[in-house]
């Protein structure tokens, strides 16, 4: 049984700040890097950002360095992503996945995914 639950979406004004999260269940993630994804109307769905299971490797996608951070905390098994001056182009549903072999370029593989958080920054 393995289950990721991503929360926290909602409606933001451009330059706003939103914390997004990814609730893991069941203890076989180990070896998986987390990653977020997003897919927005009309387009196909882009990487995001990555926390590495081996040491606390992070990488972004260009579009969003320097906005997003993405963190976790393993108490919890939970990974957040935050996502501070928001742009109306960030709209879209988020997700979350158990990934392998993840870079800046995205990842090799992705075998489990949430269902997905909406987010929607108004202009």
């Known amino acids: 049984q393995v289950q990721l639950v991503e929360s926290g979406g909602g409606l933001v004004q451009a330059g706003g700040s939103l914390r997004i999260s990814c609730a893991a269940s069941g203890r076989t993630f180990r070896g998986y890097d987390t990653a977020w994804f997003r897919e927005a109307p009309g387009k196909e769905r882009e990487f995001v950002a990555v926390?590495?299971?081996?040491?606390?490797?992070?990488y972004y996608a260009e579009s969003v360095k320097g906005r997003f951070t993405i963190s976790r905390d393993n108490a919890k098994n939970t990974v957040y992503l935050q996502m501070n001056s928001l742009k109306p182009e960030d709209t879209a549903v988020y997700y979350c996945?158990?990934?392998?072999?993840?870079?800046?370029?995205?990842?090799?593989?992705?075998?489990?995914w949430g269902q997905g958080t909406q987010v929607t920054v108004s202009s």
């Open positions: 996945a158990k990934s392998s072999e993840c870079s800046e370029y995205g990842c090799s593989r992705s075998n489990y």
């Open positions: 926390i590495r299971w081996s040491g606390s490797n992070t």
